[in-house]
């Protein structure tokens, strides 16, 4: 796709040959210029891109878009980035260190199962991921991503209190990657920040300290 801004000719478009991680590495500098099915999506990734460490401007919801639209976009962003996120937990993360879910001193179920049961915690945060990717897609949860109804609210509470635990888990016990990992991403801070924003958790229920990037 190729657009004019101003006088100059942007092209948008993976040439044959560009590196997988600058694929689709253009920018927006306004959602009006997208006129796709998913413009919401393509905006916010181009915001991220640009804006990744400044939680207010992403957290604004952009003209045209609806509140919860914005939510919606934004959890299935924070989906796709915890996959990486986990890939890199991982390495610390194993089954014999970790093997119930835990955050502080609290041991969590976990849901992926039924019947919720323990889990070790990279079990725990695999199976939450695919939960809340697998309702985010869901037609019966979300029919339409750009008119989310407040009734549907009660989806991202849940995904958000799982999610949740994921960050508090690698807080508690695997400081270093947080750390490290907040340094390069943010994640943590912009998933925070949503959570309170449309209170999707209670408060008593944010556990990590606030840390320079959430406050
Ligand atoms: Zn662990
Ligand atoms: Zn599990």
């Known amino acids: ?4 801004v101003g ?14 991680e600058d694929c689709y590495s253009w920018n927006y500098e306004s959602i009006d210029e997208i006129k796709t099915e998913l413009a919401a999506q393509e905006y916010l990734q181009s915001l991220i891109r640009r804006h990744r460490f400044d939680i207010d401007t992403l957290v604004e919801v ?16 924070i989906c ?35 019947r919720p049961r323990p889990c070790s ?11 809340a990717v697998r309702q985010l897609g869901s037609a019966a949860s979300f029919p339409d991503r750009r008119h989310v109804l407040d009734s549907e609210i009660k989806h991202f509470q849940s995904m958000a209190r799982r999610l949740y635990r994921v960050f508090a888990h690698a807080y508690f016990h695997h400081r270093e990657v ?21 209170e999707l958790t209670p408060e008593s229920l944010i556990i990590v300290p606030e840390l320079p990037t959430t406050i």
């Open 1 to 4: 796709m190729s657009s004019i």
């Open 7 to 20: 006088n100059t000719h942007v092209l948008r478009a993976n040439l044959p040959g560009t590196r997988e």
């Open 62 to 77: 952009p003209p045209g878009v609806e509140s919860l639209a914005w939510l919606y976009e934004h959890m299935r962003q």
């Open 80 to 114: 796709v980035e915890l996959g990486y996120y986990l890939s890199t937990l991982h390495g610390e993360c194993t089954e014999l260190g970790c093997s119930v879910m835990r955050a502080s001193e609290t041991t969590y179920y976990c849901a992926g199962h039924g």
């Open 121 to 131: 915690a990279m079990g725990y945060s695999v199976h939450t991921l695919d939960y």
């Open 178 to 198: 947080f750390e490290r990992q907040e340094a390069t991403t943010g994640l943590y801070a912009r998933f925070v920040r949503l959570a309170r924003k449309y």
